[in-house]
């Protein structure tokens, strides 16, 4: 079983008889592991082909493609006061600088519920935000794909 003089001195110390596996019912292996050489430069247990069949950026990105234009048409448009206005404004702009931050779930019974938020991006300024966002996905995917490229 063993090539080596030491490890089969080892296993015969410790009870193996040659051609019979290891364990206490002797039910293990009874082939020593084959050795190979790893040339890449890759980790162990690292799968190369994965990163071509994973395609978690275009998932991404076609979820931000069907977000953009979208319009609650629900909403009717009143009359608002220039404090009220400032005041909405104000608010909307708390809530879009914590939105990318924050997830927030409430766990009962041991099941997560997500809190969906009830307000919805009608304003330009969204849209605005969601184009810009929107490029900048194109973008990365763009530079993921050269560096793929670069990669292969």
């Known amino acids: 079983m063993a090539n080596s003089e030491f490890a089969r001195r080892q296993l015969k110390k410790h009870g193996w008889k ?11 292996m009874a082939d020593p592991i084959k050795v190979s050489l790893k040339m890449d430069k890759t980790g162990v247990g690292h799968d190369p082909g994965k990163e071509f069949t994973d ?3 275009l998932r991404v990105f076609n979820e931000a493609a069907q977000k953009i234009g979208k ?3 629900s909403k009717s448009e009143v009359p608002m006061s220039e404090e009220e206005k400032e005041k909405r404004n104000k608010e909307q702009r708390r809530k879009n600088f914590y939105k990318g931050f924050v997830q927030s779930a409430t766990l009962t019974n ?3 519920e997500k809190i969906v938020s009830s307000d919805s ?11 810009v966002r929107f490029v900048f ?3 990365l ?7 793929y ?3 292969s």
């Open 110 to 112: 041991g099941v997560e």
């Open 18 to 28: 040659e051609g019979s596996g290891l364990g206490k019912d002797e039910h293990g």
């Open 137 to 139: 996905l194109l973008a």
């Open 141 to 147: 995917v763009k530079c993921i794909i050269q560096f």
């Open 149 to 151: 490229q670069f990669v």
């Open 55 to 57: 395609h978690w950026w």
């Open 71 to 73: 319009k609650d048409k």
């Open 121 to 131: 991006s009608d304003d330009e300024e969204n849209d605005s935000a969601n184009a």
